[in-house]
């Protein structure tokens, strides 16, 4: 979670720091990351990381939210956090539930 706005150089410093994780697990270029549409995502630099470092980029389905697994695991994730015996009423329960689930 983010306690402020993501633009791309935050989302290449922040997110896209799983690069090394994933070139020392798949260095063959095996390891496939997703991203969605949203403007972080899209950003020259964004999109240069990856190419850079042999990631490769899983085309998003355009508006087919369905055929998007990431979409799947939120909406797990969302389940398991408001199942609980005490559902988070504040950001830094929401935090702290999220990462515990």
Wanted: aromatic share 6%.
């Amino acid at each position: 979670m983010f306690d402020r706005n993501v633009n791309a150089q935050v989302y290449v410093n922040q997110v896209l720091a799983v690069v090394p994780f994933m070139q020392n697990n798949f260095p063959h270029g095996e390891g496939t990351l997703q991203q969605n549409g949203a403007r972080p995502h899209t950003a020259r630099v964004t999109q240069q990381c990856p190419a850079q470092h042999n990631i490769n980029v899983l085309e998003w389905a355009a508006i087919s939210p369905d055929m998007s697994p990431i979409e799947h695991l939120w909406d797990e994730l969302r389940r398991r956090v408001y199942a609980r015996a005490k559902p988070p009423t504040n950001d830094n329960q929401l935090r702290e539930a999220v990462i515990e689930e």
